[in-house]
């Protein structure tokens, strides 16, 4: 189990993410339990981020970190701490992307058709609802490869949510794109590639216990949800009015 040593900078977003060092040496971005929808965010990240990276799709690679009980105050504000402390136990690691650069508007709406593609096919399926023109959480790391992020607006444990057609958010910024309309509707291959019942039974199986149970919901319910919406979006539930 990877394991909390010390925190090292914040990041800017409203989950308080921190960049951390754990103890074995490797640094990782770090979201805590305590903070916003709590375990149903980290729950959503860590199902999205699993099944895209085993695409090979653009999105950092997740694991569960331990923040030991008590864990002394060595950085930031009362209000960090208290949120410390009211996360102890397992927390959402994120892959270090280090210097990142957010993507303006037009940088993403002129973004290769295939990664677009791509986030449409993740946005739709997991019902992102964080993908707007104000907040398109998009960035370019020092090598100018473009990243996915923030997956934890995904509404992934809604069930009312996960019963409707499969279809983008009303406030996706690809919504009113020139192009938007044919990039959503031409996703077929990008959905053969992410539903894969067997990758979803490994991703929900290794959401942490505490996380499901926090959140109020157990591994073989949330599985069963999405394997059906997963069902129904391979033979064309999809709505793009």
Request: overall charge negative.
């Amino acid at each position: 189990m990877r394991t909390l040593k010390r925190f090292v900078r914040a990041h800017v977003g409203g989950s308080f993410p921190v960049e951390v060092e754990l103890t074995d040496g490797r640094s990782c971005v770090l979201k805590l339990r305590g903070t916003g929808n709590g375990e149903r965010s980290l729950i959503s990240e860590f199902i999205v981020n699993q099944m895209a990276s085993g695409c090979q799709w653009a999105v950092p690679e997740v694991f569960p970190v331990e923040l030991p009980a008590g864990f002394p105050w060595e950085f930031g504000t009362d209000e960090f701490d208290d949120l410390v402390q009211k996360s102890e136990g397992l927390n959402l690691g994120l892959q270090n992307l280090g210097n990142v650069t957010p993507l303006t508007l037009e940088e993403a709406k002129a973004l290769p058709t295939n990664f677009l593609k791509r986030m449409v096919t993740l946005d739709a399926l997991f019902a992102n609802y964080d993908r707007t023109e104000m907040s398109l959480n998009l960035v370019r790391d020092g090598k100018g490869k473009v990243w996915m992020l923030d997956h934890g607006s995904c509404r992934l444990l809604e069930r009312s949510v996960m019963e409707q057609p499969i279809a983008l958010a009303p406030t996706h910024f690809l919504r009113a794109s020139e192009g938007g309309p044919t990039i959503i509707q031409d996703i077929k291959k990008e959905l053969r590639e992410i539903v894969d019942l067997d990758r979803l039974g490994r991703a929900v199986q290794d959401v942490p216990a505490e996380w499901l149970r926090e959140a109020g919901v157990s591994a073989s319910e949330l599985q069963a949800r999405l394997a059906l919406r997963f069902q129904r979006a391979l033979l064309g539930d999809l709505s793009w009015d």
